[in-house]
Structure formats: C-alpha cells, structure tokens
C-alpha cells in the first residue's frame, strides 16, 4: 500500500503559503508551492500529489478549472479549499463540485491535521478497494 503525503500549496498569497507551510513541516509533510493552475500541473504532472491546498484566488482559473486540470492527470488528487472570509458563504458550493474539504484561514493547526488524516483513510480505502478489484478480475 503506498500512501501520497505530498502536498501542494497552491496559492499566490505569501502569508497563506507561510502558515501553511509552518503546520505542515510540524507534521512532518513534504511540500511544494504553486502559484499558478499551471504552475501545479507541472507538479502533479512529475510528483506522486496526494494534497492540494487551495485559497481559491487564481488568475488563470476557477474551482471547476483546477479540477479538471489536475484530476486529468491523477483522479486520486484531493483538493481542499482554503477560502478568503467573503467566499466562506460558498464552501458548500464548492465541496458538491469535488473538493475533499474546506478548512477556514487563518487556519488551525487541528484543522490541517484532521484533514491530513482524513486524507490517509481515504487512500487506505481506495488502496484496498484497487486491490479487491485487481484480485476479482484475476479470479
């Protein structure tokens, strides 16, 4: 079973990335930083990305856009959003498009870990169920 901790931070707000940042390198989390969508297909493209935080402000897409640039090239990709206070309103929006989650900024260092570990359940689920189909079609 191989579990994906790599982790963007996609967003081209400096003090988000630093937060961010600070928590994950608590927890132990390689990461790299993206400020464009383009920038982080680059990323996926080449990386094994379990994680994309996201703050929402692109200059070269939206929600929908993000999503499908990055699950083109890896579907298993979680993407969590980190919304500015006035696009709050719209998280529920935004989980129904495909997002893993929506954690509030500033963020707290529970908010980012209980994310991390929702993350890990849900690799190790689709892990086995990966497993359990490749068994079925080799029955």
């Known amino acids: 079973m191989h579990i994906r901790w790599e982790v963007i931070i ?6 988000r990335r630093r937060e961010l940042a600070k928590i994950l390198t608590a927890n132990g989390i390689e990461f790299a930083y993206a400020s464009s969508i383009e920038d982080c297909k680059e990323i996926v493209a080449r990386e094994s990305v379990g994680l994309i935080f996201w703050d ?3 200059a070269d897409g939206a929600c ?6 990055i699950w083109s090239l890896d ?3 979680k993407i969590v959003l980190m919304p500015h206070g006035e696009d ?3 998280h529920e929006a935004i989980e129904r498009t495909g997002a893993f989650g929506v954690v509030p900024f ?4 529970t908010d980012i870990e209980w994310i991390l570990s929702r ?3 849900a690799e190790r689920a689709e ?8 068994q079925h079609l080799h029955s």
């Open 10 to 15: 996609l967003s081209p707000d400096l003090e």
């Open 56 to 58: 929402g402000h692109l």
């Open 64 to 69: 929908r856009d993000l999503l499908d640039s």
């Open 75 to 77: 579907r298993r990709v």
């Open 88 to 90: 709050r309103e719209n």
């Open 106 to 109: 500033p963020c707290q260092p």
């Open 119 to 121: 993350a890990v359940r």
């Open 127 to 134: 892990d086995k169920l990966e497993h359990s189909r490749a």
